[in-house]
C-alpha cells in the first residue's frame, strides 16, 4: 500500500508491514475516530485554531478536522499531522485497520534511513526482507540484448528489454567510440557490455539539454550514442514530426520500430540547429519505439527533442 509502505522498495529492499505501533496520545488519534484535541496539541495547529474562532467557531466533537484538517490530508507538509489526527476525515480510518492485518515479517537487513527498513508510516512498522541484493531493479537499469536475426528478411534488429509503462520512457546509453564513423554494428557491440567510466546508461525524464558530459558528468570525446523513446499513441493514424538536432560528428541513424527510416554519415552538429535526422510518421495506435544511434569525436554538444502531432504545437520530448 503506498499510504503506509507496505510492500515497497528501498535500496533494492522488500518492506512488508508488521504489527501496528502505539500512537503517542499528544500526537495522534487514539482511534480510529477524528480528534480535535490531537490537533489543538501541536502548536501550529493551536495557532490556526485561535486565528479561525476558536471554541466558538468549532463547538461540535471533530468539527475543527471536518472544517479545516481536510484541506491538509493531502498536503505534503501537513498531511502527517492531518491523517493522524483525522483519520476518518482523510479516509485512512480504513488503512489503519488493515494495518493490523499485516503479517509480520522477520528482519533479516540492518535498518537504515536509506533503505526504509523499521519506518513507521501510519501506525505500522515495516521490517525488511532480503529483495535480490545482487541485482539493480530492471526497471532502473535495462539491458541490452544480443541482436536478433529476423528469418524472413535476414537482417537484424537492435533492442532492449520492455519497460513497463505508463505513458512513456526515455533510455539513454553512453560508450567509448574511436572509429573514423559511425558503423552500426561496431557501435551495437560496444552498447552490449556496461559503460565504462565516463559513460552511462539511465532513464531520463526529458530529452532537453542532454549530454554526456551533462548526463553522466562524463568525457566530450570518443562518445557512441544510443537513445531509446518508448511511447503511446492513442489514436490510430496520427501524424507525428520529431526534431532531433543531436550532436554525432560521425553520423547516425534512426530507427522507428525496428526498421531504420533515416540516417546519414556526414557530421551532424550544425551548431545544435541540425535538420538531418530529423522525421515524421503516421502512426498507428499502441506503442511505439523510436531509436537513435551515432557517434561524436568531439566535443559532446547537447540536443533537445521537440515534437508534434498532427498540425499542433510543437513540445519537448518528456515523460
Known amino acids: 500500500m ?22 503517542p496520545a499528544t500526537a495522534q488519534s487514539s482511534t480510529n475516530q477524528d480528534s480535535d484535541q490531537c490537533l489543538k496539541a501541536i502548536p501550529a495547529w493551536m495557532k490556526s485554531f485561535n486565528k479561525l474562532g476558536g471554541a466558538k467557531k468549532f463547538k461540535a466533537a471533530g468539527s475543527f478536522c471536518a472544517q479545516y484538517g481536510k484541506k491538509w490530508c493531502n498536503n505534503k507538509t501537513w498531511m502527517k499531522d492531518a491523517r493522524k489526527c483525522c483519520p476518518t476525515t482523510c479516509g485512512v480510518a480504513t488503512v489503519k485497520k488493515e494495518i493490523a492485518q499485516c503479517a509480520p515479517q522477520k528482519m533479516v537487513m540492518k535498518p537504515n534511513n536509506k533503505n526504509g527498513c523499521n519506518g513507521n508510516w501510519d501506525w505500522s512498522m515495516c ?46 546509453k553512453t560508450v567509448a567510440y574511436t572509429e573514423k564513423r559511425t558503423d552500426i554494428n561496431i557501435l551495437k557491440k560496444k552498447l552490449n557490455v556496461p559503460s565504462g567510466k565516463g559513460y552511462c546508461e539511465k532513464l531520463v525524464n526529458s530529452m532537453t539539454q542532454v549530454s554526456n558530459q551533462r548526463l553522466c558528468k562524463g568525457v566530450n570525446k570518443n562518445v557512441g550514442f544510443y537513445y531509446r523513446v518508448t511511447f503511446p499513441v492513442g489514436t490510430e493514424g496520427l501524424t507525428y514530426s520529431f526534431k532531433t538536432p543531436v550532436d554525432f560528428g560521425l553520423g547516425g541513424m534512426v530507427y522507428l520500430d525496428g526498421k531504420k527510416i533515416k540516417q546519414d554519415l556526414s557530421d551532424i552538429w550544425q551548431g545544435g540547429k541540425s535538420t538531418k535526422l530529423d522525421f515524421t510518421a503516421k502512426l498507428t495506435k499502441g506503442n511505439h519505439v523510436l531509436e537513435l544511434f551515432g557517434s561524436e569525436k568531439c566535443c559532446d554538444g547537447t540536443t533537445r527533442w521537440t515534437f508534434k502531432v498532427n498540425s499542433g504545437k510543437w513540445m519537448d520530448v518528456t515523460t
Open 2 to 23: 503506498k499510504e503506509n509502505g507496505c510492500l515497497q522498495k528501498w535500496n533494492n529492499q522488500m518492506c512488508a508491514c508488521g504489527p501496528a505501533a502505539s500512537a
Open 127 to 172: 521490517g525488511c526482507t532480503v529483495h535480490k541484493i545482487s541485482e539493480k531493479p530492471k526497471v532502473n537499469q535495462p539491458k541490452l540484448q544480443t541482436p536478433k536475426v529476423n528469418p524472413k528478411t535476414g537482417t537484424t534488429h537492435w533492442d532492449i528489454k520492455p519497460l513497463p509503462l505508463q505513458s512513456a520512457a526515455i533510455f539513454v
